[in-house]
């Protein structure tokens, strides 16, 4: 997607990564300074929130969006990043930005 190092897919009901992995499986790596992105390609609203960050690094929330949307970040802070959709924390679980 246009303005993101990598982008992550948003289908109803799961976070995909480029490698097809799937919410609790979802990985995307980066360095410090690149933009993750995310584009909603489902039909029902969902959410990216961070449920963890590193020390340091500040939380993101895009807010609930839709069908065509897209949401980005570009961590600073090395470390592990965990987030889930607010909407459906059950199922859109545990997906993963690692910045080097
Ligand atoms: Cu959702």
């Known amino acids: 997607m246009p303005g993101a190092n990598v982008t992550v897919n948003i289908e109803d009901n799961a976070f995909v990564d480029p490698s097809g992995r799937r919410n ?10 690149e933009t993750v992105g995310w584009r909603h390609v489902g039909a029902n609203p969902h959410t990216v929130t961070s449920t963890d960050v590193p020390s340091g690094a500040r939380a993101f929330d895009s807010g609930t969006f839709g069908n ?9 802070v090395p470390g592990t990043y965990v987030y889930h959709c607010a909407t ?11 910045v080097t």
């Open 88 to 98: 459906h924390p059950s199922i859109m679980v545990g997906s993963r930005i690692i």
């Open 68 to 76: 065509n949307e897209t949401f980005t970040v570009t961590p600073s």
């Open 24 to 33: 609790g499986d979802a990985e995307v790596t980066i360095r410090s300074g």
